[in-house]
């Protein structure tokens, strides 16, 4: 499976992939406020690490998690940007309006974010190691401005009735309605077959 890309479990128990198409959008599947801290999975820096290395932040360059050094401060200014973008992302997606104190808090978080460098040995694209909290929570602010503003049109909740999965949608038509076609978008189409055989 890609970096990047998650394996959910439905209520029901079945397993699906998820792709959100977005590092910022991939952080909302770590948990949360209010009802989101039932799914809470960071409750440590090292733990934060461990998602990190799996994230598509390590799509394009891997790193490890003796790569990154993230204290528990920078553990709860990336829960805190995390905070905000649960209010954020799904105003984006519904078209709605967003409240200036969120958006002053995305801005005064894009700051210093991972620096990627040549290895002199391989010539290959790496990292400036160690990468830390505050640089990762640059790096997802940063990425965070970029759905508010330029890929705004392109930020989707899940369009199926029972299910709030927030996603990027990359594809190049731009019509990808499901959280993933594994879940949502196959019950939809066993609805529609089923409407249709029984007219």
Not at 75 to 94: F, G, N, S, Y
Not at 96 to 104: G, I, Q, R, T, W
Not at 126 to 140: E, K, N
Request: hydrophobic residues 35%.
């Amino acid at each position: 499976m890609a970096k990047g890309t998650r394996t959910l479990t439905g209520r029901t128990g079945e397993t699906y992939r998820f792709d959100p198409g977005s590092l910022c959008l991939e952080l909302l599947l770590t948990g949360g406020p209010g009802p989101y801290g039932h799914f809470e999975i960071l409750h440590s820096a090292a733990d934060l690490a461990a998602w990190l290395v799996e994230s598509r932040l390590a799509l394009a360059v891997a790193f490890t998690e003796d790569d990154l050094r993230i204290t528990t401060r920078e553990l709860a200014a990336v829960k805190d940007l995390r905070d905000t973008m649960h209010r954020v992302a799904p105003a984006v997606a519904r078209d709605e309006p967003l409240h200036s104190e969120d958006l002053e808090h995305l801005n005064a978080w894009v700051t210093d974010t991972p620096r990627p460098r040549v290895v002199p040995e391989t010539r290959v694209l790496g990292w400036s190691t160690p990468i830390t909290g505050t640089q990762i929570r640059g790096a997802l602010a940063r990425e965070a401005v970029d759905l508010v503003t330029d890929l705004a049109a392109r930020v989707h909740e899940c369009t199926a009735n029972d299910c709030r999965l927030l996603f990027l949608d990359t594809s190049r038509s731009g019509n990808r309605r499901w959280c993933s076609m594994e879940r949502c978008g196959n019950r939809n189409k066993v609805r529609s077959y089923r409407a249709r055989a029984d007219q």
